[in-house]
């Protein structure tokens, strides 16, 4: 009995000290898959071709700690795949870009990764499939900077799309198919400075779209298909300083459309079809700098229309169907074209000619300037005033005479104060559009 009963403890004993180094050894691999596993689901170490997303990191100490990411996207991935919780394991990411490779289905903004990244400051996404942004799509980071959707085929932005990103400043949307700026996307931005939204198809901006965004200092809404514009589409833009409405559809503007941008120093309306402005389209830009509205068709320029935006050094009138300007409709804005780095362009009649008319020394064209400018417009009203050279006070000035002789070229027409009746003797002439058909 005694030794039987040796022999179970014995064999207990046995049994147990196996036991706990078979659980040691299980302990052991446990850890060791662990770890494995952990540096396996890292952001920064997956295989390439396995996953559907590869992500090169280069900022920081990757694999740890990484700042900067790349994500190529080779095949499809979906909005709930796994992969996107792996952004846990890189939560000091600031730059982080997508780039769709032509295989590559990516339909969506990956929300479900952006949660992760409390430090995220520039996003770009690249060449996705991206129909619509849905509400909230940014995971309402407020470490956001800057957000680049550019060539997303984005067609719709859902009401609140960027809302609660409470430091982004910058916002490209460019080259996507964009139709329509409703009145609650642009909601919840307090920082916002640029946005881009050029080369879409817009037809369609809400009035109070923009009602948001009050210390907005930059709009590009150039080459859609916008045709209206009414007072409230700008409604709240009061920082705005550079607005580019070129080419779009827009055929006329009427009174106070710009009001309500208090501050804005350029307004780009190339390329329109604009026939019509009214006297008080641009009343309230008192600050406006540079108006350019080339490549219209304009037939006239009404008198008043210069009155309220005196402060113009720069303006474009160039390719429109302009016959003539009279001095009165420019002569709010004559005293600026005194600054050396003011200009006027007025009209042109080919290529060719512009070229030919223009002034060497700036290397660019300077018509109007030229003819106002102290020094040379005395030249040339002298010389030209009723027609003939007045001997005593002989042209010196060879750049000038040379622009005059390509505005006679052209047959264009220069008249001066007298001939308009409103200005004595020798005061500044003005070159008139127009000219030999
Ligand atoms: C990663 O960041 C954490 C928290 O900021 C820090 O404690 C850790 O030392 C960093 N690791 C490396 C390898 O830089
Ligand atoms: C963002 O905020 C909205 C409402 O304020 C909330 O419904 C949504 O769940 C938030 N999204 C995230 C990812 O936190
Ligand atoms: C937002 O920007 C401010 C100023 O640049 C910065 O101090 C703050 O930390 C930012 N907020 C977040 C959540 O990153
Ligand atoms: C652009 O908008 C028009 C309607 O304004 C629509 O008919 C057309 O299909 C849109 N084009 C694209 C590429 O989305
Ligand atoms: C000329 O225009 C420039 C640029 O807008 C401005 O900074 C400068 O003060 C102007 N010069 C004069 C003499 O008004």
Not at 207 to 216: I, N, P, Q, V, Y
Not at 254 to 259: H, K
Not at 367 to 376: C, N, V
Request: charged share 25%.
């Amino acid at each position: 009995m005694r030794c039987s009963q040796r022999l179970i403890l014995l064999l207990i004993a046995t049994t147990l000290w196996m036991g706990v180094t078979a659980n040691n050894w299980k302990k052991k691999e446990r850890k060791r898959d662990k770890l494995k596993s952990q540096r396996d689901a890292n952001l920064c170490t997956m295989e390439g071709n396995a996953a559907a997303l590869h992500c090169v990191c280069v900022g920081g100490s990757p694999p740890v700690n990484t700042t900067s990411a790349e994500c190529w996207v080779f095949t499809g991935v979906s909005k709930d795949h796994s992969i996107w919780s792996l952004f846990a394991t890189q939560p000091h990411i600031t730059q982080l870009k997508f780039i769709v490779r032509p295989q590559g289905l990516f339909t969506f903004i990956p929300t479900k990764g952006l949660r992760h990244l409390n430090h995220l400051k520039e996003l770009q996404i690249m060449y996705a499939t991206i129909n619509e942004i849905h509400p909230y799509a940014f995971a309402n980071s407020s470490s956001l900077r800057e957000l680049t959707l550019s060539r997303n085929q984005i067609v719709s932005l859902d009401h609140h799309a960027f809302a609660h990103l409470t430091n982004l400043t910058e916002l490209s949307l460019d080259e996507n198919r964009i139709a329509e700026i409703r009145r609650d996307v642009f909601v919840d931005l307090p920082r916002l400075q640029k946005l881009y939204a050029a080369h879409n198809n817009l037809s369609v901006i809400q009035e109070g779209a923009f009602r948001h965004l009050a210390h907005l200092l930059d709009l590009e809404l150039d080459t859609n298909y916008i045709s209206v514009l009414t007072r409230d589409t700008f409604t709240g833009l009061g920082e705005l300083k550079k607005l580019d409405l070129s080419f779009n559809k827009i055929s006329m503007l009427g009174d106070l459309t710009f009001s309500e941008l208090w501050v804005l120093e350029e307004l780009n309306l190339e390329n329109n079809q604009i026939e019509l402005i009214s006297d008080r389209a641009f009343a309230g830009l008192n600050h406006l700098r540079k108006l350019s509205l080339s490549h219209n068709r304009l037939a006239v320029l009404s008198r008043g229309l210069l009155g309220g935006v005196s402060t113009i050094i720069h303006l474009d009138l160039r390719f429109n169907s302009l016959e003539t300007i009279t001095y009165d409709s420019v002569q709010p804005i004559i005293p600026n074209l005194r600054n050396e780095s003011s200009y006027f362009y007025i009209a042109e009649k080919s290529q060719e000619k512009r070229e030919g008319c223009m002034e060497k020394k700036r290397g660019r064209l300077n018509t109007l300037k030229s003819r106002i400018g102290e020094r040379k417009t005395r030249n040339w009203e002298e010389e030209t005033g009723d027609g003939k050279r007045k001997s005593k006070d002989k042209v010196k000035n060879a750049e000038g005479k040379r622009l005059m002789e390509c505005i006679e070229e052209n047959g264009w027409q220069v008249l001066n104060g007298n001939k308009q009746g409103t200005k004595k003797g020798n005061e500044p002439i003005l070159a008139i559009a127009g000219g030999k058909q």
